[in-house]
């Protein structure tokens, strides 16, 4: 599926890919926008994770939580819909997380 961004969105910073297995704390409270993500700490990073990609404090699947920074008219490649967030390619062929909110179908 492709979408195109209709606002600008600056990211997050870039992060390593964690592999499955890697430890995750989980902050007492989840995200306050984003139902179904938490705030945690993996590998000495603060970060966001979907509370599926989480079982007993470990991940259950490898996991970059890089955000695209992308701007208001660029179009990606949607390769996967996790509650309220994309991950995409972009036309560089960069991959990395977006929110749902800032994209439209084409």
Request: charged fraction near 15%; charge should be negative.
């Amino acid at each position: 599926m492709r979408v195109q961004v209709i606002q600008n969105h600056p990211g997050e910073g870039q992060f390593p890919t964690f592999e499955t297995g890697t430890a995750v704390t989980l902050a007492k409270e989840g995200c306050t926008h984003f139902l179904h993500w938490y705030a945690c700490e993996v590998a000495g990073h603060q970060t966001y994770v979907p509370e599926h990609f989480v079982r007993d404090g470990t991940l259950t699947r490898d996991y970059n939580p890089t955000e695209l920074v992308q701007t208001a008219g660029d179009i990606l490649e949607v390769q996967e819909i996790v509650y309220a967030w994309l991950l995409a390619t972009n036309e560089q062929g960069v991959t990395g997380w977006i929110p749902a909110e800032v994209v439209v179908s084409v």
